[in-house]
């Protein structure tokens, strides 16, 4: 028993990662597809990134450009089960904030001279199951099965959290 060896595979795990690619996609072509009525421009998916300062990596799924406010905005989709689904459905989890926030303190640090800054880093939930509590309870989206947070840095350094109803809380690690 024990931990699994490097490399050796898990059917349950792999199933999930593929179900997570294949939400993705699904989100990627409908935001592409309906552009025009949500005026949101899709700019690049899946953009890896490497800070040798501080040796930190990763790979982002989505940047998009909100044309409503004209504001850039980074974008990452977490598929979850019904569990996961109870505690991220009226706050995101703690590590998806710290992703969150990491990726677009990067992306403004990183940026070129004269580009925009990345306002906020999305964070777009899909509960993989029928759950009772996005039926029976509001939660802002036209959708039941997604909801989101977005994720924020002022000047300070603090993190902000916003949800799908216009409430903000100061992330308490």
């Not at 940047?63 to 996961?84: A, T």
């Amino acid at each position: 028993m024990g931990a699994k060896k490097s490399g050796e595979m898990d059917p349950e795990n792999n199933l999930k990662a593929e179900v997570g690619e294949a939400i993705h996609e699904m989100i990627w072509e409908l935001l592409i597809r309906e552009s025009y009525s949500t005026n949101i421009t899709v700019l690049s998916k899946e953009q890896s990134f490497y800070d040798s300062r501080f040796f930190l990596s990763g790979r982002t799924d989505m940047f998009l450009h909100d044309r409503n406010h004209d504001q850039l905005v980074g974008l990452e989709i977490k598929s979850v089960g019904e569990y996961v689904t109870g505690l991220t459905f009226q706050q995101p989890k703690e590590e998806h904030v710290i992703q969150a926030a990491i990726y677009l303190d990067q992306y403004n640090l990183m940026k070129n001279e004269g580009m925009k800054s990345v306002v906020s880093w999305d964070l777009l939930y899909y509960c993989r199951s029928e759950s009772w509590r996005l039926k029976k309870y509001p939660h802002g989206s036209p959708f039941k099965d997604l909801w989101q947070f977005s994720i924020t840095i002022n000047k300070d350094g603090e993190i902000f959290i916003e949800n799908q109803l216009g409430s903000i809380t100061k992330a308490e690690f």
